[in-house]
Nanobody, 121 residues
Framework: QLQASGGGLVQAGGSLRLSCAAS????????MGWFRQVPGKERDFVAA????????YYADSVKGRFTISRDNAKNTVYLQMNSLKPEDTAVYYC????????????????WGQGTQVTVSS
């Protein structure tokens, strides 16, 4: 089970930190990913981090602004979002998989319920 939190309303240029707490899976062995979706549009990859934190992928649209990290002792993955833009507005989902880092959401087996991020201009 994945429980995402930390979403909210923020002005453009502001920051938010999302958290995703995991239970019921071997977190320290899992790749964790963040995805986002706007109603009526496809789900987009945001970032992913391997089990040790040694491998990290970002979508081009968030490179340099977002940072993914994890704390295996707390079974939690984070997404620090800085310099937010109105186009970052979406529901953000965390997801988990085993065996390798990937940016394809179809490869992720476990999904959280999502947290809304709204960036006002």
């Amino acid at each position: 089970q994945l429980q995402a939190s930390g979403g909210g309303l923020v002005q453009a240029g502001g920051s938010l930190r999302l958290s995703c707490a995991a239970s019921g899976l071997t977190f320290s062995s899992a790749t964790m990913g963040w995805f986002r979706q706007v109603p009526g549009k496809e789900r987009d990859f945001v970032a992913a981090i391997g089990w040790s934190g040694g491998t990290i992928y970002y979508a081009d649209s968030v490179k340099g602004r977002f940072t993914i990290s994890r704390d295996n002792a707390k079974n939690t993955v984070y997404l620090q979002m800085n310099s937010l833009k109105p186009e970052d507005t979406a529901v953000y989902y965390c997801a988990a998989k085993y065996y390798g880092v990937a940016n394809d959401g179809d490869l992720y087996r476990y999904w959280g319920q999502g947290t809304q991020v709204t960036v006002s201009s």
